[in-house]
């Protein structure tokens, strides 16, 4: 196996299941690593009401669960993709700060990163589609500019029948063909 590695954006969306998958099969048909990354960003200002409102320790406190959450959903996405795609078990990266700017740094930072993979839609764009940035989505449209390697974005409706369709919820697959 070659020590290059695809990495996925895994935000919580199904979405990024679907590219999760894509990038499974990629990772196998290419003989590669996968690596799962999830950035963590809480805002300075969480709810929008003006910093002073909110002090160091609940910041510090919304990581905390945040960052729970989020190895426990890697954690678990790995674990689905190593069963259900034939691949070896999936390391995972976990993030502080806005992702647009933490994945670069994560990629600049690894040169055995060849190939980025993410859903088209992820959590905060899948339900409210706008125009054509909302359409490569947000996440996607800025990576593919800014990285030096291939960007592959995931369309909601790819077909699963010829990828690791098992690691997807099926209750909500019903929208997915």
């Given at each position: 196996?070659?020590?290059q590695?695809?990495?996925?954006a895994?935000?919580g969306?199904?979405n990024a299941?679907?590219?999760?998958?894509?990038?499974?099969?990629f990772?196998?048909?290419?003989g590669m690593?996968l690596g799962?990354?999830t950035a963590?960003?809480?805002?300075?200002?969480?709810l929008g009401?003006g910093?002073a409102?909110f002090?160091?320790?609940?910041?510090?406190?919304?990581?905390?669960?945040a960052?729970l959450?989020?190895?426990?959903?890697?954690?678990a996405v790995?674990a689905?993709?190593?069963?259900?795609?034939?691949?070896?078990?999936?390391e995972?990266?976990l993030?502080e700060?806005a992702?647009?700017?933490?994945?670069?740094?994560?990629?600049?930072?690894n040169p055995?990163?060849?190939?980025?993979?993410?859903?088209q839609?992820g959590?905060?764009t899948?339900?409210?589609?706008?125009?054509?940035?909302?359409?490569?989505?947000?996440l996607?449209?800025?990576?593919?500019l800014?990285?030096?390697v291939?960007v592959?974005?995931?369309?909601?409706?790819?077909?699963l029948?010829?990828l690791c369709?098992?690691?997807?919820?099926t209750?909500q697959?019903k929208?997915?063909?």
């Amino acid at each position: 196996m070659s020590d290059q590695v695809i990495l996925t954006a895994i935000d919580g969306s199904q979405n990024a299941l679907v590219a999760a998958a894509v990038a499974a099969r990629f990772s196998r048909l290419l003989g590669m690593h996968l690596g799962l990354v999830t950035a963590l960003h809480i805002p300075g200002d969480p709810l929008g009401f003006g910093a002073a409102l909110f002090s160091s320790g609940l910041t510090d406190r919304l990581l905390a669960e945040a960052r729970l959450e989020a190895e426990s959903n890697l954690c678990a996405v790995a674990a689905r993709i190593a069963e259900h795609c034939g691949i070896p078990l999936p390391e995972y990266f976990l993030l502080e700060g806005a992702p647009e700017q933490e994945i670069p740094r994560l990629v600049q930072s690894n040169p055995e990163v060849s190939m980025v993979v993410l859903g088209q839609r992820g959590f905060g764009t899948e339900s409210k589609p706008k125009g054509l940035p909302h359409l490569l989505g947000g996440l996607g449209a800025k990576l593919s500019l800014t990285l030096s390697v291939p960007v592959l974005l995931v369309p909601p409706d790819m077909n699963l029948d010829q990828l690791c369709a098992p690691i997807c919820d099926t209750d909500q697959d019903k929208g997915v063909r």
